[in-house]
């Protein structure tokens, strides 16, 4: 269904809150997801789950985008923030440090490269390196 919306499907989660399931759907597409995707998969995936029967109890469908503070954990969700600082904690050293802010100029399926504020430094983070990483928001002056 999102790929023939021209969306990319990043992740899926189903939980309960109470006496409802929850399913929650994460959408990107270049550019950005709007609001309008968000409301044509969720009719369009109603429909197909009340149908299937997929719940046997109410549950309540939620489409939205990855969003800014989403972590990154796969090389997809880096490959989709090329081009965005990147803030990197580490559970293992590299370069003799365990936290890097950069820009990311490239990545690959075993790290993501950073540039770093002089702009001429790149580190390569190796993936398996990663506690947590997430897009470093920065205002444009």
């Not at 899926?12 to 950005?32: N, S």
């Not at 490959?79 to 950069?102: F, P």
């Not at 075993?110 to 990663?130: F, G, H, Q, S």
Request: proline share 4%; glycine share 6%.
């Amino acid at each position: 269904m999102a790929e023939a919306r021209g969306l990319e499907l990043v992740d899926v989660e189903l939980f309960r809150a109470g006496r409802r399931e929850v399913l929650r759907i994460y959408l990107h597409k270049p550019g950005g997801v709007t609001l309008e995707d968000c409301t044509q998969s969720s009719h369009h995936l109603s429909t197909l789950l009340d149908a299937d029967d997929s719940f046997q109890s109410p549950y309540t469908l939620e489409i939205s985008s990855p969003g800014l503070d989403r972590p990154l954990k796969t090389p997809a969700d880096w490959r989709r923030r090329v081009g965005e600082w990147v803030r990197a904690h580490l559970n293992e050293e590299v370069e003799g440090r365990k936290q890097w802010i950069g820009k990311l100029v490239r990545q690959d399926e075993e790290a993501a490269i950073l540039r770093l504020e002089d702009e001429t430094t790149e580190i390569r983070i190796p993936y398996r390196a990663v506690q947590l990483a997430r897009v470093d928001v920065r205002l444009e002056d």
